[in-house]
C-alpha cells in the first residue's frame, strides 16, 4: 500500500511553461486534493475533488486546472507558469471529504 | 469554520510529555477539533481529532474543555522524531457542503531537546 504518491519530487520551471504534478492514491479514496505551502506559511487548497468526474475549487485556483477521471488520480495542471507559483505542492486524500486526510510527500516547484 | 489560536513555539525535553495548547473560542456545535503536524517539511500527518470527548490513540491524547472553547494535544513520551510544526483545526465533519478544506493556521513548532 503506497498511500498517495506525487511526482516529480523536483522541478524547475521557466515563466510560461506548462506542466503537470501527478498525484495518485492506492486507497480508493473518493475523496483528493491539492494544497501549496509557500515559506513560513501554511498550506491553502487550490483544488479538490469529491469522486471521479467531479472538481472544484478551493482557496487559491487560479493559473491551475485539474481533472479526475479516475478515481485513483489526480493530476494538477499549470498552465502557465509564474515566478509566484513557486511553491511546495501537497496531494492529500481521504475515503470521504470529512475523513482524515492522507498528504503525499510534495513536489518543489521552482518557477524562474 | 471557527479559527485557532496556537503559542508559535515550544520546547519540550525528550522522554517528558508535550503538552500542546490551542484556543478555538468560537468553534460551533458541530465543529470538531483536529491536530496534524509536518515535519520537516514532509506532508502533513494526522494525529487526532475529537468533537467533545477526551479521545486517545497510539500517537497522542486530545483533552478538549467542557465549553469546548480549547483544547491540548498531548504527546506522553516526546521522542527527537516528534520536532514538527503542529497544528490546530476546527472544521465541520458532516454535511453534503464539506469541502474538506483544512485550514492550516501557523501552528506550533514543537523542539524535543535531548
Known amino acids: 500500500n503506497a498511500g498517495v504518491t506525487q511526482t516529480p519530487k523536483f522541478q524547475v520551471l521557466k515563466t510560461g511553461q506548462s506542466m503537470t504534478l501527478q498525484c495518485a492514491q492506492d486507497m480508493n479514496h473518493e475523496y483528493m486534493s491539492w494544497y501549496r505551502q509557500d515559506p513560513g506559511m501554511g498550506l491553502r487548497l487550490i483544488h479538490y475533488?469529491?469522486?471521479?468526474?467531479?472538481?472544484d475549487q478551493g482557496e487559491v485556483p487560479n493559473g491551475y486546472n485539474v481533472s479526475r477521471s479516475t478515481t485513483e488520480d489526480f493530476p494538477l495542471r499549470l498552465l502557465s507558469a509564474a515566478p509566484s507559483q513557486t511553491s511546495v505542492y501537497f496531494c492529500?486524500?481521504?475515503?470521504?471529504?470529512?475523513?482524515?486526510?492522507?498528504f503525499g510527500p510534495g513536489t518543489r516547484l521552482t518557477v524562474l | 469554520d471557527a479559527k485557532t489560536t496556537q503559542p508559535p513555539s515550544m520546547d519540550c525535553a525528550e522522554g517528558r510529555a508535550a503538552n500542546l495548547p490551542c484556543n478555538h473560542s468560537?468553534?460551533?456545535?458541530?465543529?470538531?477539533v483536529y491536530w496534524y503536524r509536518q515535519i520537516h517539511s514532509q506532508g502533513p500527518q494526522y494525529i487526532i481529532h475529537g468533537l467533545k470527548n477526551n479521545e486517545t490513540n497510539e500517537m497522542a491524547s486530545l483533552i478538549i474543555t467542557e465549553d469546548r472553547k480549547s483544547s491540548t494535544l498531548i504527546l506522553p513520551h516526546a521522542t527527537l522524531r516528534d520536532t514538527a510544526v503542529y497544528y490546530c483545526i476546527v472544521r465541520v465533519v458532516h454535511g453534503s457542503s464539506n469541502t474538506g478544506k483544512l485550514i492550516f493556521g501557523q501552528g506550533t513548532t514543537l523542539q524535543v531537546k535531548p
Open positions: 468560537t468553534i460551533s456545535g458541530n465543529e470538531y
Open positions: 492529500a486524500s481521504a475515503a470521504r471529504a470529512y475523513n482524515e486526510q492522507f
Open positions: 475533488s469529491v469522486g471521479a468526474g467531479i472538481t
